[in-house]
């Protein structure tokens, strides 16, 4: 109890405004939940939705987010791997809705993805695409930045990602 206190103190919102505060959140808390085996599922939580804080600051009112500027993937990462240690815990509302929109777009041109099965991110699942061709696009636009197959790759070199 009193880590996560000491985590929560240094995650104090309030201070420099909502933008600094939550930039320095992720900053103590990246370190934390990354090298930290035991972390617990309330503290992921909360980095996922500095994250989503984030992107939101940058882009209001926006549900794709620009790649190489996306912090979704590595926010549903966070926020799946805290539901899968959690065996009582609910997908939070706003996950759900959207994970749902994410289905419905292509990350790459924005074109309605329609009834075809659309081809997805095999590492993060968190981008949809019309065809292979804006998939491989998105990867060199930026997508290879954004996505949390390096951050699996990390994890799993020092034991601490046990799949998901």
Known sequence: VARQELYRDRCSLGKGGLETSVVRSVYYL???IENNHEC????????????????STYYPDCI?????????PQALFWFRRADAELTD?????????YESKIK???AYC????????????????????????????????????????SLKKRLRATGKFNGL
């Open 64 to 72: 794709m987010f620009p790649s190489g500027d996306n912090n979704w």
């Open 104 to 106: 419905e777009t292509c």
């Open 40 to 55: 617990p599922p309330d503290i992921m939580r909360l980095y996922a939705s500095f994250l989503i804080d984030i992107s």
């Open 89 to 97: 815990a609910e997908t939070d509302p706003f996950v759900e809705s």
């Open 30 to 32: 990246k370190p934390v």
């Open 110 to 149: 924005y074109k309605p993805l329609g009834t075809d099965k659309p081809k997805c991110c095999i590492e993060c699942k968190a981008v949809y695409y019309c065809s292979r061709e804006c998939q491989a696009a998105d990867w060199k636009a930026g997508h290879k930045k954004d996505c949390v197959k």
